[in-house]
């Protein structure tokens, strides 16, 4: 399996929205609605921001939210604030417990 | 709440081996699904390896196939992940996660805080 697509960076100014790709293949994010995006700030763990493409854990505020069309899911921020200033990480389920290789990861960078 | 600690990691040379340990909490850890995640200083992320709740199921990636071995013990709510031969490239911060199950397979729902594993000469 290849790992997913991101773009290595990504900025905007407080307040404003930005979209994160992450773009597989039929045979993950295509095929299954098992998409994740991970936050990490650094120096510490990642924490589950969105999983099964949409769906937000208890917590996450509803500034972060997923879609999926095709191949490609993307992690939507709005309203960005200070504290979103981090990576980010998509990863997909590929059947089978098949893990495709995490995204290289997207630094947001809020201006 | 859901409580993941991770012990074990160390200094060692290539070639050695090293046995890491995860401690859950919070959770029921013997229905739980559980993985391995490293990330190399200043890199992406790299899944490693996953068991099932009853080890009827354990997965490896190709980079660790034949060297680690994943393995748990329920009863004491730890799950394990047994390194031999390593290699420079296994330098990493090493972090157990839990699996989201059925609702969300292929998740990781909650980490450990990491453990750094350096392989060095």
């Known amino acids: 399996q290849s790992a997913l697509t991101q773009p290595r960076s990504v900025s905007g100014s407080p307040g404003q929205s930005v979209t994160i790709s992450c773009t597989g293949t039929?045979?993950?994010?295509?095929?299954?609605?098992?998409v994740s995006w991970y936050q990490q700030h650094p120096g510490k763990a990642p924490k589950l921001m969105i999983y099964d493409v949409t769906k937000r854990p208890s917590g996450v505020p509803d500034r972060f939210s997923g879609s999926k069309s095709g191949n490609t899911a993307s992690l939507t921020i709005s309203g960005l604030q200070a504290e979103d200033e981090a990576d980010y990480f998509c990863?997909?389920?590929?059947?089978?417990?098949?893990?495709?290789?995490f995204g290289g990861g997207t630094k947001l960078t809020v201006l | 709440q859901v409580q993941l600690v991770e012990s074990g990691g160390g200094v060692v040379q290539p070639g050695e081996s090293l046995k890491l340990s995860c401690a859950g909490s919070?959770?029921?850890?013997?229905?739980?699904?559980m993985h391995w995640v490293r990330q190399a200083p200043g890199k992406g992320l790299e899944w490693v390896a996953f068991?099932?709740?009853?080890?009827?199921?354990?997965c490896y990636a190709d980079s660790v196939k034949g060297r680690f071995t994943i393995s748990r013990d329920n009863p004491k709510n730890t799950l394990f992940l047994q390194m031999n031969n390593l290699r420079s490239e296994d330098t990493a911060v090493y972090y157990c996660?839990?699996?989201?199950?059925?609702?969300?397979?292929?998740?990781?729902?909650?980490w450990g805080q990491g453990t750094l594993v350096t392989v060095s000469s």
């Open positions: 068991i099932q709740f009853d080890e009827s199921l354990k």
């Open positions: 990863c997909s389920y590929a059947g089978s417990y098949t893990f495709v290789p």
């Open positions: 039929s045979s993950d994010v295509g095929g299954y609605n098992y």
């Open positions: 919070g959770f029921t850890f013997r229905t739980s699904g």
């Open positions: 996660a839990r699996e989201g199950g059925v609702a969300a397979p292929g998740t990781f729902d909650y």
